[in-house]
């Protein structure tokens, strides 16, 4: 790693002392940026770094019509959803436009966290039961609901006395025909265990492409039986988008719809304002009676006009320039190239993924297949040094997390595979 430049340690103490301990930076030598543009990050002194990593800004750094309909908006009206507008409507239509027509409602929040949140409380009045099973190394928000159910966070997140864990449906390691059955068979448990304590279950939330646990995206189909198990134990099914949502995997707009599920709930987060925080759910009618008659709903942020711009924006971008496709032809490219990278480093046991979400799992030895933690540190740092972004996931932290915004091109595919190729020379 090279030194730490005297400027910009000065910036991560001045950090430490303003915003406190439990923030987190990436990188052994932190970045300090100041402008993004299209897949591009520049730092203070003006170099340029790949972004192979930032879902957020799924059409790109400050993507100019992005940006236009943010500051028309702002400069005309912005405030909350107890008066009427058209924008928060017309929005709602054109995104629900886009799933199954069973989910006909939108709510809308600021957050990932906040949508998820309200899922759940959606789902606990819908079902009068409050079990929840997710994924054994989740990420679902940062509230107090959700925390207890993103074991990814970390050690020290404890799990909420009715969330149960189960293994997430990794497809390095079994079998394509025994990847529906074996997850059904964890969710199950996982019924069965919180019945015996009592709790009934309200809900399974999973995210559809398994971000956290490894990015587990094939077959398409091998949720179904999970989802059919906690609906025949009274549950319903949280189909969590914030990660794979909006085109991110190249053959359809939605995670679940590779599946060929119809969730209860919808949760999307992040990538719905590429960079302004715009959120929100879409359910099931009937899905949401309940809480519509006990509770009111109401937040100040959520479906404000400006956001509802920024919404509209995305969706034009991703129409006019073809994104979804884009998604499926560049993560195509993306997959052959890293595969063919494989067979001249034997550290690679796995490349998987859909669309421009992909997952290079790093081994210490192919036949044991054990995880390769402290090389895969050592290769995120080492592409950052050499100008491209990506990071790592999975509970072993040994699988390279490459979801980059969905305008990248074969020639940023290129970059990033060669760079990988130098780095991985190189170890």
């Known amino acids: 790693m090279k030194p730490i430049p005297a400027e ?46 930032n879902n957020v800004v799924s059409v790109g750094h400050c993507h100019p019509h992005v940006v236009q309909a943010i500051s028309r908006q702002a ?4 405030t909350h959803t107890r008066y009427l507008h058209e924008g928060v409507l017309d929005y709602a239509e054109r995104l629900l436009a886009t799933m199954p027509t069973a989910l006909a409602h939108m709510m809308f929040t600021c957050t990932g966290s906040e949508a998820n949140d309200l899922a759940m409380r959606i789902a606990c009045s819908h079902t009068k039961a ?6 054994n190394f989740a990420y679902h928000g940062v509230t107090s609901a959700i925390s207890v159910a993103s074991p990814s966070l970390g050690k020290f997140i404890r799990l909420g006395e009715n ?42 939330m999973v995210d559809t492409v398994f971000s956290s646990d490894g990015i587990f ?10 989802v059919e198990a906690v609906r025949e134990a009274g549950g319903i099914f949280i189909a969590d988008e914030v990660q794979p949502g909006l085109g991110r995997t190249g053959d359809s707009m939605w995670g679940f719809q590779r599946h060929g599920v119809i969730p209860d709930i919808v949760t999307m987060g992040k990538p719905l304002g590429a960079g302004h925080p715009l959120a929100g759910l879409a359910v ?12 009111r709903y109401f937040n100040t942020f959520g479906g404000n006009p400006v956001s509802m711009a920024a919404g509209m924006a995305v969706l034009d971008v ?20 890293l595969n063919a990278l494989s067979a001249r480093h034997a550290l690679i046991g ?36 050499r100008g491209v972004l990506l990071s790592s996931t999975g509970e072993q932290a040994n699988i390279l997390k490459i979801r980059p915004p969905m305008i990248f091109e074969h020639a940023h595919a290129d970059l990033l595979v060669d760079t990988l190729d130098a780095v991985l020379g190189a170890l």
């Open 8 to 53: 910009t340690q000065a910036l991560i103490e001045r950090r430490a002392r303003v915003l406190g301990p439990a923030y987190r930076l990436f990188y052994e030598n932190p970045l300090h940026l100041v402008r993004g543009e299209g897949v591009w990050l520049y730092d203070a002194d003006g170099t340029r770094y790949l972004d192979a990593y």
């Open 284 to 295: 099931q009618p009937h899905v949401l009676t309940a809480f519509g008659r006990e509770c």
């Open 217 to 226: 995206t094939d077959p398409p189909g091998f949720i179904t039986q999970a």
């Open 350 to 385: 796995d490349v998987r993924g859909a669309g421009l979400f992909c997952g290079v799992e790093m081994v210490t030895d192919r036949a044991s297949r054990t995880p390769a933690t402290a090389q895969t540190l050592r290769i995120v740092n080492d592409m950052r040094e």
């Open 75 to 78: 400069g005309v009206l912005n």
């Open 130 to 135: 409050e079990g929840l099973i997710v994924t």
């Open 163 to 204: 969330v149960r864990t189960v293994p997430a449906p990794d497809s390095y390691r079994i079998a394509p025909q025994d990847m529906a059955q074996t997850f059904a068979d964890g969710v199950r448990a996982a019924i069965a265990d919180l019945k015996a304590k009592g709790i009934r279950p309200a809900a399974l």
């Open 318 to 337: 991703i129409e006019r320039e073809g994104l979804l496709d884009n998604a499926k032809r560049v993560g195509l490219y993306l997959q052959e190239r």
